[in-house]
């Protein structure tokens, strides 16, 4: 985790300290030195996420998008923010990714929208899938916020399996032209067989591909030593791993990093699975994908007691945040949502929740997903147009 102190606050730090040290000569009263290291704790809280009244919303950040963990929602929030505030996007000329399989490097940077004008040159946030390499992002987008999320590996592996269509590959695999097969039991029972016969892509999606994103390579999936570098690493580079079970006390902990404001991180949720690409769990296929993907489950697993860290770190208003964010998110969608109605979209993989008719004209931006908001993006720095003509989304001053 990566500090961040001002020097105001340094030297509130070294004056407490001197202070601390007069009292103990002058007096030798432990009550004091338990004063102070309670003090002192309070401060490191502060420090780590509160924002102060002269703190400014950060602006420079790289966001790992993951696959089926909720990431295309974060993209969408951070696009648009990015929007409204006439942020310089990261992202391909013509296509929706840099890559999938391959990490991020600045050549890719010739095939990258110009950013605008107003941005002197240089890119504030990355928000779109490309393979994590911290040491080439940090020279296109310095001084950045980092943060990514992740997802139980159980629930994450089904997801990728059943959105990317992965059961009709392994009945054809099995010769099951009849279809009685469970695709997903079939493939669990013998793996490695059905791992290397997709193309690179599909093979990444396959086994740990969470990890895979962070920083380790397919190569090392079985070995111990480099999976715990990886994840030491990602401890290191990653100010925030958010944990797609906990969404929305996610976005209470990005909301606070970031500076932002509640009405900032709001979303409607994008990209969810109709129910004939979901499949049965049990036991035996539970453990057979954490089996599969023990990379996965160690990141997992690391990054959840992480998680929890913080929010005990954030301090005891953290419910309170959290039940004021739900009940701005509530509004929101009582305003926006036809609820119960979808719309099937992008080759009948996903559902998208509806509109209402008479919903306000904020909400057709919050219902941007990843693609929509890419393209718009792209467009808006083609022409280098700052105008900001969207209905901002700001429920509590209404």
């Not at 505030?85 to 000329?93: A, E, R, V, Y």
């Not at 509004?331 to 926006?336: A, E, H, L, P």
Request: hydrophobic fraction near 40%.
């Amino acid at each position: 985790m990566k500090l961040q102190v001002t020097w105001k606050q340094l030297c509130a730090v070294l004056f407490a300290l001197t202070v601390l040290a007069f009292v103990v000569e002058m007096y030798n009263l432990e009550v004091y030195i338990s004063s102070f290291w309670q003090t002192s704790i309070t401060f490191v809280r502060t420090t780590l996420w509160s924002c102060g009244h002269s703190d400014h919303p950060k602006t420079k950040i790289v966001f790992l998008k993951t696959y089926k963990t909720a990431s295309t929602t974060v993209s969408s929030i951070l696009m648009r923010f990015g929007y409204y505030h006439n942020l310089s996007f990261l992202i391909p000329m013509r296509q929706p990714v840099f890559s999938r399989v391959t990490r991020f490097r600045r050549e890719m940077l010739n095939d990258a929208v110009p950013p605008l004008k107003a941005s002197n040159g240089s890119y504030d946030v990355l928000a779109i899938h490309v393979p994590f390499n911290k040491k080439e992002l940090a020279l296109v987008i310095p001084n950045a916020t980092y943060i990514t999320i992740i997802r139980n590996p159980v629930s994450q592996f089904e997801s990728t399996f059943g959105q990317y269509s992965m059961g009709t590959r392994i009945v054809e695999l099995a010769k099951d032209t009849g279809g009685r097969l469970d695709p997903l039991r079939v493939f669990l029972s013998n793996p490695h067989h059905y791992y290397r016969h997709n193309s690179p892509y599909t093979d990444s999606l396959l086994r740990n591909r969470q990890i895979f994103d962070i920083g380790l390579e397919r190569d090392d999936f079985d070995n111990a030593t480099k999976i715990d570098q990886v994840i030491m690493r990602a401890e290191e580079d990653f100010d925030l791993v958010m944990i797609a079970e906990y969404f929305d006390e996610s976005l209470v902990l990005l909301k606070r990093l970031l500076c932002w404001e509640f009405e900032d991180v709001a979303y409607i949720l994008q990209n969810s699975r109709p129910s004939f690409l979901r499949f049965q769990l049990d036991d035996w296929k539970r453990k057979r994908i954490l089996q599969w993907n023990a990379a996965d489950d160690k990141l997992y697993r690391h990054f959840n007691a992480t998680f929890w860290r913080k929010v005990e770190e954030y301090g005891p208003e953290f419910q309170n945040d959290l039940a004021e964010f739900r009940r701005l998110l509530d509004r929101m969608w009582s305003d926006c949502l036809d609820r119960g109605r979808y719309a099937i979209t992008y080759k009948n993989r996903r559902n998208d929740t509806m509109l209402r008719e008479d919903a306000p004209s904020y909400c057709s931006v919050m219902s941007w997903d990843g693609n929509v908001g890419t393209q718009v993006l792209r467009k808006r720095q083609l022409k280098n147009d700052l105008s900001s003509s969207l209905p901002k989304f700001r429920l509590q001053a209404q």
